[in-house]
């Protein structure tokens, strides 16, 4: 069973729209992060969160956006999408932060 | 410049054979993490080292800080071993920070 579960698996958007991406964990850890795989490009760190708190972000663009209802969800908003936006956006959590990170299957984004 | 750079890029092998990555880093280190990412996508954890050698099954991973490299090892490699591995740097302090080298994509056949 997947330990944790990233929501939905495929997604398809319009330039200009906005999209939440969906991360749950039931592994009980408490820091969560984003990343992201474009093509032709090694998986890059977004955001890292411990106990619901932004503790590193990285991204340029406020366009990003996690949020964090619960300790275990770390979903991640993306308002006026761009072609350069499609990627495979993957979840990550650990139980420290100096921790074995432990991947969802990943959310593919395309921007048309 | 590139914090990690792996190599080869890429590696067919006959089954049975084995298979050895490397993975050097040009900046301080906390830990360094191999990741396989499957065809399909998905990334599996296969050690978290910071320094040192780790066993799990015919796997072997060296770290050492002071040649800023790490290794993978792979022996009598199957089939089921293609796809995609992964070394990852956390940078002192960084918390989980990781930066991930391009990969390191092999292939096995019969």
């Known amino acids: 069973d997947p330990k944790i579960i990233q929501k939905p698996k495929y997604l398809v958007a319009v330039t200009g729209s906005e999209k939440i991406l969906i991360c749950e964990q039931y592994?009980?850890?408490?820091?969560m992060y984003w990343y992201r795989q474009s093509a032709k490009k090694p998986l890059e760190f977004m955001f890292s969160?411990?106990?619901?708190?932004?503790?590193d972000n990285q991204t340029a663009s406020s366009r990003f956006q996690p949020q964090s209802s619960k300790k275990n969800h770390l979903d991640l908003q993306i308002t006026a999408l761009k072609p350069d936006d499609s990627a495979t956006y993957f979840c990550?959590?650990?139980?420290?932060?100096?921790?074995?990170?432990?991947f969802g299957s990943g959310t593919r984004l395309t921007v048309l | 410049g590139q914090q990690v750079q792996q190599s080869p890029a890429s590696l067919v092998l006959q089954e049975g054979e084995n298979a050895e990555l490397q993975c050097n880093f040009s900046t301080s280190l906390n830990s360094m993490q191999w990741f396989y990412q499957r065809p399909g996508g998905s990334l599996v954890s296969l050690f978290y080292n910071p320094s040192g050698t780790k066993h799990s099954g015919r796997l072997t991973s060296t770290t050492v800080i002071k040649e800023r490299r790490s290794s993978l090892h792979i022996s009598s490699s199957q089939t089921t071993d293609s796809g995609t591995y992964l070394c990852a740097l956390e940078r002192t302090s960084s918390g989980q920070k990781l930066v991930f080298g391009q990969g390191t994509i092999l292939k096995v056949y019969l």
């Open positions: 990550a959590s650990s139980q420290g932060q100096t921790e074995t990170l432990y």
């Open positions: 592994l009980g850890h408490n820091a």
């Open positions: 969160y411990s106990y619901q708190k932004l503790m």
